[in-house]
């Protein structure tokens, strides 16, 4: 006897997928004829008002959240030396707890077969316990002065999908949606600069995929420098056979960047350069931010440290 199979939630049909997928690019469409009204009304070429716009946006919507990051890691940095120092009292109190147990259990007449937690205290047993504790004090210190972790991925939680979403309204512009697209904007044509006329088509001397290749690894590698100086990466530690889930994420970044330059060899010049533009902004707001803004706990410089002898002595400056 056959059962009949309910399922809970109905699979989409193929109408129901065509109109989200037909809805989703309209949304993109709108976008991009808003872009297109934005580039006539501005009366630049789009060589020149690409740049503008990634600029304008990205003053708009990312920079005071990167700022307010910013301030959020100088509240942290500030804090770490005092939770570094909480580490040592933790392992003293409780390796005296355990020696205190201890000793209580040789002078105690009375033989007991089961030791206390307290008393089987070892030193392996005692660092993570110490670990622990710290950790829990370290959270609850940030929580009292508002600079919890959490709070710092407003940034990129905004910053990927605006980053998607302007990328996505430049191919639509361009055409590069499908074979059967169009050219939105008939202007994208004759409005480029130098060799690259026409932003529709990609750069045939592989120039913008090679700037927007040392672009994005200088901005990642500043960002390495500054993750660096917080303690961040196992990178100029000795003995560090453990990597950190930073050490991680530069691998991954690296990768990427070497996809994202694969990807700019075949995508539209007009696409490139706001990839290229985006980048700039980037690094040129990260130098700026660590220069007014400077993390305050850093075990050394971001540059070599210089060293000069005063009166036979030699300093080392950082």
């Not at 709108?30 to 009366?43: D, F, R």
């Not at 005063?310 to 950082?318: D, I, K, P």
Request: charged content about 20%; overall charge positive.
């Amino acid at each position: 006897m056959l059962r009949t199979i309910k399922l809970a939630r109905p699979i989409p049909t193929q109408r129901e997928r065509r109109f989200f997928s037909t809805d989703v690019a309209s949304v993109f469409e709108s976008g991009a004829e808003l872009v297109s009204a934005a580039h006539a009304a501005s009366g630049l070429p789009w060589w020149a008002f690409i740049p503008l716009i990634t600029v304008s946006v990205r003053t708009c919507i990312t920079l005071p959240l990167a700022i307010y990051q910013r301030r959020g890691l100088q509240k942290q940095n500030e804090l770490r030396p005092i939770i570094s120092a909480m580490f040592p009292i933790f392992k003293l109190r409780l390796a005296a707890r355990a020696q205190a147990a201890q000793r209580n259990a040789r002078l105690s007449k009375i033989d007991v077969p089961i030791k206390t937690e307290t008393e089987q205290l070892s030193a392996n047993k005692i660092i993570v316990l110490a670990s622990k504790e710290r950790m829990k004090r370290q959270r609850q210190i940030f929580r009292d002065n508002g600079c919890q972790s959490w709070k710092f991925l407003a940034l990129p939680a905004i910053q990927i999908p605006l980053w998607i979403a302007l990328s996505q309204t430049f191919r639509v512009l361009t055409g590069w949606t499908n074979l059967r697209a169009t050219v939105l904007d008939p202007t994208l044509s004759t409005e480029g600069l130098g060799y690259f006329t026409n932003l529709t088509l990609s750069d045939p001397y592989f120039i913008l995929p090679v700037v927007l290749g040392v672009t994005a690894l200088t901005n990642a590698e500043w960002n390495f420098r500054t993750a660096d100086l917080m303690k961040l990466t196992t990178r100029g530690v000795r003995n560090s056979l453990r990597p950190t889930a930073f050490d991680s994420v530069i691998n991954l970044t690296r990768m990427s960047i070497c996809f994202l330059v694969v990807l700019s060899a075949q995508a539209p010049a007009a696409l490139s350069i706001y990839w290229i533009s985006s980048n700039m902004y980037s690094l040129a707001q990260n130098i700026l931010l660590n220069k007014f803004m400077p993390l305050r706990y850093t075990p050394y410089a971001r540059s070599a440290p210089s060293t000069r002898k005063v009166a036979g002595e030699s300093l080392v400056e950082f």
